[in-house]
């Protein structure tokens, strides 16, 4: 099993005419998701090998009974893409786009507050569930099929962590990149939540980074609620304070968002931290004993 | 994104926030007429990005034209040292000359994101002039917080509540309700990241005035704010990070001697603490992004070897989008048209098209240091760096 996407994802990609667009729609379906339609608002009509485009998401939804979406639409414009989508009622929105104004965020967090929908991102990889189904911009060839569950604040380290599972012989349930976007859809503890009712996760790679306090709020949701192996990282131990490392959320100010007291937290609350970045599988190995 | 004191009093101007009588000046002479058109007595104080300024000498009373000449003379030109600019200091290029005023008290106030709460949140203590930070630590319930709907605005009600909570009466607590919601507008229009007034100040007479003003902007929201763009100051920023920024690349100079190129943020994080970790000392943090072209790789290559403090490079790239052979390209392409570098360079590649990328780095005219994975790549290359002493 696994959480959230599956062979049933019939999935929809919003900015499908674009470059990136195009390439990871292909990529998707390359990979076994069942890739049913595009929206480009003025294009509808038109096909990108092979898969249909229309003109807005309801339309689209209507036609083709898509069940999730996959933003790649220009940062001024994603904002607006989240909020059709969820008009729409698509269960789940996955928003790859980087970029996107905090305030533009604030507006769609208001809008989502009372609707159904799932967002997962901005400013993220997507979720794969390895063997079944991806939406995103991961590579989809370094994923075996598995048991351990990875969610992340970070894209290239959830690769990271992922090729070492891989290495040391543990395949992954499902991986979720949440963003680097100082508000974002998913949480952590969003996304352990869906793990602790997945009964074929057995553990889970947790990779924080500085700023705000996302990880500490999930190392005590942890300690209270979920009792299999959790293997903990945070980004940033070396980053100065006040400074914005790359990502918009990952910054350390007035005091908080500081690595050591997240990994301090974690280690309260009874997860496997690693200090080196390069042990995360090993130690995901060790603690589930394989 | 940042500007300067006298940039933000204009914005904040615009929405009824009422600042001293000021003007900037980057010539002493100027400073002096200044000082005589606002009556004799004035304050002279350096404009640069960073806080503290008060602290290094940058900014100084002057009781007569004269002296505020004086002392422009003393800041124009001089490298402020203050706690948030380094032990280098920043070079001052201009004074804001203000008319000097009475003080009878000052306050601390501030509009930021509450990201736990997802809010925009006014904060402000009877505190002024102090690092709210060291206000948090010492006495966290002297701040006041006032969340508030971004798209209502900070109602009339809850200004009053927060100049009612800093016990201010009357007039004065009319005034600095009004100056808390205009603060609180240019936050949300302008996508502020932080307003901040401190110290806000109570006048003699009763009446509010912003004392100092700091700034800054959400660099993803200056797509729609041109006029915001406009007062960039390029001279505050360090010449590396300006240069990076126009390839479009993520760099961030740092104090250690070890550079580093990573593709992502969250990788190239990790891979400064890998260095440190293993007894090094990151010389920058760099990302060069999932898309990053062969000329961007060469000119993230260029910056990192240009710091003269670095003695080692370590390059870790797991391709996902950025495709491997793509970066091992753009690094043999800069490594030729320097001539080849004194520097050891550790290469640690993964993922997709790993095996043209590394076929690329073995027929370069140049011996790479390869790494198998992270751990291994930190080895070699703080060996390597301590080898250069």
């Known amino acids: ?290 | 994104m940042k500007i300067h004191e006298y940039q933000a009093k204009e914005i904040l101007r615009r929405y009824d926030v009422p600042t001293p009588t000021g003007k900037v000046t980057a010539d002493a002479a100027e400073a002096r007429a200044i000082c005589e058109e606002f009556g004799g007595r004035c304050v002279v104080k350096a404009q640069i990005h960073a806080g503290g300024r008060g602290k290094g000498g940058g900014v100084k009373l002057a009781g007569s034209p004269d002296e505020a000449q004086a002392h422009a003379e003393a800041i124009l030109g001089m490298q402020l040292v203050t706690p948030q600019t380094g032990p280098e200091g920043q070079e001052v290029r201009k004074v804001l000359v203000e008319q000097a005023v009475d003080i009878a008290h000052e306050l601390y106030l501030a509009v930021t994101l509450d990201r736990q709460e997802r809010r925009p949140m006014l904060m402000a203590s009877r505190a002024g002039g102090m690092d709210i930070e060291e206000v948090a630590a010492e006495d966290p319930d002297a701040i006041v917080r006032e969340h508030f709907d971004p798209f209502l605005g900070l109602q009339p009600y809850q200004a009053r509540r927060v100049a009612g909570a800093l016990g201010l009466e009357g007039k004065t607590a009319r005034k600095a309700a009004a100056l808390f919601q205009g603060l609180a507008r240019a936050f949300f229009d302008t996508d502020a990241s932080l307003a901040e007034i401190n110290p806000l100040l109570i006048t003699g007479d009763g009446d509010v005035l912003a004392l100092d003003a700091k700034m800054s902007f959400d660099s993803n929201a200056l797509f729609r704010h041109r006029d915001i763009v406009a007062m960039r100051d390029l001279a505050e920023e360090n010449p590396l990070e300006v240069r990076a920024s126009e390839f479009g690349l993520n760099y961030i100079k740092l104090d250690g001697d070890i550079a580093c190129m990573v593709n992502g943020a969250g990788l190239a994080m990790a891979t400064m603490d890998i260095i440190k970790l293993y007894g090094g000392e990151p010389a920058n943090f760099l990302d060069v992004g999932g898309s990053a072209s062969q000329e961007a790789v060469k000119a993230a290559f260029q910056i990192l070897v240009d710091d003269p403090a670095v003695n080692a490079v370590l390059i870790n790239i797991f391709g996902g989008i950025a495709r491997t052979d793509r970066i091992a390209r753009g690094v043999v392409g800069a490594l030729e048209e320097l001539g080849g570098v004194e520097l050891p360079v550790v290469v640690r590649l993964e993922g997709t098209n790993v095996e043209q990328g590394r076929q690329i780095l073995a027929d370069a005219d140049f011996d790479f240091v390869v790494a198998t994975d992270m751990d291994d790549a930190a080895e070699k290359l703080v060996a390597a760096a301590g080898g250069q002493g």
Not at chain 1, 167 to 189: A, E
Not at chain 1, 205 to 227: C, F, K, R, V
Not at chain 1, 237 to 258: D, W, Y
């Open chain 1, 1 to 290: 099993m696994s959480i959230w996407v599956s062979n049933d994802t019939r999935l929809l990609v919003q900015g499908i005419t674009g470059t990136e667009g195009t390439f990871h729609a292909l990529g998707c379906r390359d990979y076994g998701t069942q890739v049913v339609a595009g929206v480009t608002p003025g294009k509808g009509g038109q096909e990108v090998e092979g898969i249909p485009v229309f003109d807005s998401v309801a339309e689209a939804r209507a036609r083709t009974e898509c069940n999730a979406t996959m933003i790649f639409v220009p940062p001024p414009f994603a904002a607006d893409a989240i909020l059709e989508a969820a008009d729409a009622g698509i269960e789940l929105i996955v928003c790859i786009t980087e970029g996107i104004p905090v305030n533009d965020m604030l507006k769609v967090d208001a809008f989502l507050a009372d609707r159904p929908s799932r967002l997962v991102g901005p400013n993220c990889p997507g979720v794969i569930t390895p063997g079944q189904a991806k939406i995103g911009i991961m590579p989809g060839h370094i994923h075996t099929p598995g048991r351990v569950g990875v969610v992340s604040r970070s894209g290239t380290l959830t690769y990271e962590a992922v090729w070492q599972l891989s290495n040391v012989g543990l395949g992954q349930s499902t991986c979720v990149g949440i963003g680097g976007d100082p508000v974002n859809g998913t949480s952590f503890i969003n996304v352990m939540s869906a793990f602790a009712e997945d009964p074929d996760t057995d553990g889970v790679i947790l990779i924080g980074e500085i700023g705000g306090t996302a990880e500490e709020e999930a190392a005590a949701w942890i300690a209270d609620n979920y009792d299999r192996p959790v293997v903990g990282f945070v980004a940033g131990r070396t980053a100065p304070p006040g400074r914005r490392m790359g990502h918009a959320g990952a910054i350390v100010s007035g005091g908080e968002g500081g690595a050591e007291d997240k990994m301090e937290a974690m280690r309260e609350h009874g997860l496997h931290v690693v200090e080196s970045p390069g042990e995360m599988g090993s130690t995901m190995a060790k603690a589930l004993g394989a």
